[in-house]
């Protein structure tokens, strides 16, 4: 179907590869959980209303609290990608400046969406999450239940969601901190040294989303609240959630120096940079 976006079109037939891959069976449980959840979306009262609900939180963080950006961080190895996923959905859909009619906007729309596992973000980026300069929402996802039997492992990985979720929520203030370095025998000069680096704000805005398991049904719903979480913001922001004319520019223009870099035509008609890239790359072959 030539007008189902790519970033829409797992439900249409261009599904096959998934069902040949994975087994119709399971397929059709992706498919059964997204209905489940346009279901939802369709009757739920706005105030148990899912998708409805995560869109509006997003619109408050990114029109009231000025995020720039939203971490996705899924507490789930099967949901590695998930995040990349999200990029494209969210920013090829609502990452624009006019509105349906042409005209410009009035308010920020989509933040940058980016993110990891969290067991690989906490190492790396949620230092910055916790005691940086702006405010980055997060949508933590976890499953309550593992599909392998080390239970262990899955309760450490839930204990390790939760504590960042109530970290961002709470935070640490001076006080605890001094308190926890007294408590340590620490000299009053180390203490007021290391204080205000052990000092967390808090008050860090996040969703934490929570699934039974990990099953085809269960990524299938999953899939479906973001897209409708999507189009819900879109329509508050007037935009066509539908198109992405924003990725066209770089492709007729790859075409030109596609050209170009073969020996074609003269790299003459960019600007001096684009030349000079152009100019360096020929004279690497």
Request: proline share 6%.
């Given at each position: 179907?030539?007008?189902?976006g ?5 439900w ?11 087994g ?12 489940e959840m346009?279901q ?7 105030e148990?209303?899912m998708p409805?609900?995560?869109a ?5 963080n990114?029109?009231?609290?000025g995020?720039t ?22 920013m090829?859909?609502?990452g624009k400046r006019?509105?349906r009619d042409g ?5 920020p729309t989509?933040?940058a969406?980016?993110?990891e596992p ?6 790396a980026?949620f ?8 405010l ?6 976890a499953?309550l ?9 899955h309760?450490?990985?839930l204990a390790?969601c939760?504590a960042?979720?109530?970290a961002f929520m709470?935070g640490?203030?001076l ?6 370095l007294?408590?340590?025998?620490l000299?009053l ?17 996040s969703?934490t989303i929570?699934?039974?398991?990990l099953?085809?049904?269960t990524?299938?719903?999953l899939?479906?609240?973001y ?10 922001w007037?935009?066509n ?6 990725v066209?520019?770089?492709?007729v ?5 596609e ?5 074609d ?21």
């Amino acid at each position: 179907w030539d007008w189902v976006g790519g970033r829409y079109s797992v439900w249409s037939a261009i599904g096959l590869p998934v069902a040949l891959a994975v087994g119709y069976g399971y397929f059709a449980d992706f498919l059964a959980g997204a209905h489940e959840m346009d279901q939802h979306f369709r009757t739920a009262p706005i105030e148990q209303n899912m998708p409805i609900i995560l869109a509006l939180v997003g619109f408050w963080n990114r029109q009231f609290l000025g995020a720039t950006s939203v971490t996705i961080a899924p507490y789930h190895q099967d949901l590695n990608r998930f995040p990349a996923y999200l990029q494209q959905l969210d920013m090829e859909s609502n990452g624009k400046r006019v509105t349906r009619d042409g005209e410009p906007v009035d308010t920020p729309t989509c933040p940058a969406i980016w993110g990891e596992p969290g067991t690989n973000g906490q190492h790396a980026y949620f230092q910055l999450l916790h005691q940086g300069t702006d405010l980055t929402p997060i949508d933590f996802i976890a499953a309550l239940r593992p599909a392998h039997e080390l239970h262990n492992h899955h309760t450490a990985l839930l204990a390790n969601c939760f504590a960042q979720s109530e970290a961002f929520m709470k935070g640490k203030t001076l006080d605890e901190v001094r308190a926890d370095l007294q408590g340590q025998g620490l000299s009053l000069a180390e203490v007021e040294r290391l204080a205000p680096h052990k000092t967390f704000p808090g008050n860090r805005p996040s969703n934490t989303i929570l699934m039974e398991y990990l099953t085809p049904a269960t990524l299938g719903a999953l899939v479906a609240l973001y897209e409708h979480k999507t189009f819900v913001q879109g329509a508050i922001w007037d935009l066509n959630s539908f198109d992405q004319w924003g990725v066209e520019l770089g492709k007729v223009l790859a075409k030109k120096i596609e050209a170009e870099l073969a020996g074609d035509a003269q790299p003459e008609q960019h600007d001096s940079s684009t030349n000079g890239l152009i100019a360096r790359a020929k004279a690497a072959v």
